[in-house]
């Protein structure tokens, strides 16, 4: 089992940037596809970025491509979601995610373990 801990949360005003980590204890995170989600006060959560276990494949939600990078640095047990040109429809909790099966890596029902989130507020 896998423990995941999110950091890197804050305020931003927009068009700033911020940076989450993801770390990973208890198992590697090499095992794993990785996943972040986020929920907006009100809404569902929902699918943001994700990248395979050999870390050769990403994925993003049209709302966030060509502004949000995932990456993965199995060597440190860490993943990351590089955020630039935040814009204040990205507040949320943002959550980090994994997944022993790459087959639904854009699914909510897709991932096994999940972190308690970090906050991110954007503001106008």
């Known amino acids: 089992q896998v423990q995941l801990v999110e950091s890197g949360g804050g305020l931003v005003q927009a068009g700033g940037s911020l940076r989450l980590s993801c770390a990973a204890s208890?198992?590697?995170?090499?095992?794993?596809?990785m996943g972040w989600f986020r929920q907006a006060p009100g809404k569902e959560r929902e699918f943001v970025a994700a990248?395979?276990?050999?870390?050769?494949?990403?994925y993003y939600a049209d709302s966030v491509k060509g502004r949000f990078t995932v990456s993965k640095n199995n060597a440190k047990d860490t993943v990351y979601l590089e955020m630039n040109n935040l814009q204040p429809e990205d507040t949320a909790i943002y959550y980090c995610?994994?997944?022993?099966?790459?087959?639904?890596?854009?699914?909510?029902?897709?991932?096994?373990?999940w972190g308690q989130g970090t906050q991110v507020t954007v503001s106008s």
């Open positions: 995610a994994a997944a022993y099966s790459s087959m639904a890596v854009t699914s909510n029902e897709g991932y096994d373990y």
């Open positions: 208890g198992r590697a995170v090499s095992r794993y596809a």
């Open positions: 990248i395979t276990r050999s870390a050769g494949t990403t």
